[in-house]
């Protein structure tokens, strides 16, 4: 178990990177409308949706936002979600308990992670990812307890800090990309969402471009399966 967590941490440390400044951003946002340590823990405990937490300090603190737009904006937010877990079926078919929480935990960047597998041992796979799914979230929810107490001790500006965000998505890309045989998937995502967005906008190109992914990466599958 030791090896694996090691193994774990180490893959996660573009992760804990990126988490640690982007976290202390949303703990900074919270601190700043007035919301205390324990809030945060408990929003990035138990929400741990990343983007969706910045837009939740809004969507709380406003007086005019019903629960009906609430609950469509976190559902289009997060729709990609839908299919990081439809790809993930055959992999965490047989995780058995862990299983719960890794659908939990399964973030854009662990998913990025777990689609680069593990090189180790089979049966050692499930607890492998479980070790990187834990690591991460504990970075965020470190990461957002600390942004909360500077806010607490100094006066800080949030300006442009949630950049890391993308900077975070770039740094994970690449790593994929230099420690994947193949980069069919990568490159069928970066041309889909190129199009997507071309095509549909800033604001609607997710949905589907997400689809699109999915519809040629299962028919890659099922070409791949046939020729076997």
Request: proline share 2%; hydrophobic share 55%; with cysteine.
């Amino acid at each position: 178990m030791k090896r694996l967590f090691r193994d774990a941490f180490i893959a996660t440390l573009p992760i804990m990177v990126g988490y640690l400044v982007l976290a202390c951003a949303f703990g900074l946002l919270m601190n700043s409308h007035g919301f205390s340590v324990l809030w945060v823990f408990a929003m990035s405990l138990f929400i741990y949706a990343g983007s969706l937490q910045f837009l939740a300090v809004d969507l709380i603190t406003g007086t005019s936002i019903s629960l009906i737009t609430v609950a469509i904006t976190s559902f289009m937010i997060n729709a990609r979600h839908i299919f990081y877990g439809i790809s993930m079926l055959d992999r965490y078919k047989d995780a058995g308990k862990k299983k719960p929480y890794l659908i939990f935990a399964l973030t854009d960047e662990t998913y990025s992670l777990v689609c680069t597998g593990y090189k180790g041992a089979a049966e050692e796979e499930h607890d492998y990812y479980f070790f990187v799914s834990l690591l991460a979230q504990c970075y965020w929810v470190v990461g957002s307890i600390i942004g909360c107490l500077i806010g607490e001790l100094l006066p800080f500006t949030i300006l442009e800090i949630d950049f890391a965000l993308t900077a975070l998505f770039v740094t994970v890309f690449f790593d994929q990309w230099i420690n994947s045989i193949s980069h069919f998937s990568a490159i069928t995502g970066v041309v889909c969402s190129i199009i997507c967005l071309l095509l549909f906008g800033a604001t609607n190109f997710l949905i589907p471009a997400m689809i699109s992914i999915l519809v040629i990466l299962s028919v890659a599958k099922v070409f791949k399966r046939g020729e076997e």
